[in-house]
């Protein structure tokens, strides 16, 4: 599966900190576990990186199995945004200059708004999402190039 932002990663490394890779069947297990299902390219990121952290303007994909940093952990901060309200079949996702979750019963990603959740934006895919909505705020500061 191609990702933009594996392939940003590849080409620049010191702009990307993985959690770690997620063996499938485990990510899966921790998956069915919580009833999430979610969109294959994210399943897919996952198993690749486990989320993290990307830019130096403190953009975060919160991650499944995390130590590593503090709030970053899926579940921690799921929870958190849908006792603020956040419908429960959203998926809290990333946070940095905006912050985004996956409607779970529609497969899209979405960034929120912070205090209301309302939909500000919706993306097909986790390559829309990443390639419309986060990476142009990126693309020259960082020289990011096709």
Known sequence: MKL????DAR?????FCWAGAIEPPVLDSWLNARGWHVP?????FWSQTGGGDFFD?????FAPFSDLWAHDSVDEVNTYVINRGMPK????????RRFSA??????????LDDDTFQVKE???????????????DYVELYS???
């Open 144 to 146: 990011l190039v096709d």
């Open 57 to 61: 303007e403190g953009e975060t994909i």
């Open 40 to 44: 294959e390219d994210l399943r897919y």
């Open 122 to 136: 919706e993306f097909p895919s986790l390559e829309a999402w990443y390639v419309e909505g986060l990476r142009p």
């Open 102 to 111: 996956v409607n779970l019963t529609k497969s899209t990603y979405m960034f």
């Open 4 to 7: 933009t932002i594996l392939e």
């Open 89 to 96: 079949h959203y998926l809290a996702l990333h946070r940095g």
């Open 11 to 15: 080409k620049r490394p010191e702009l």
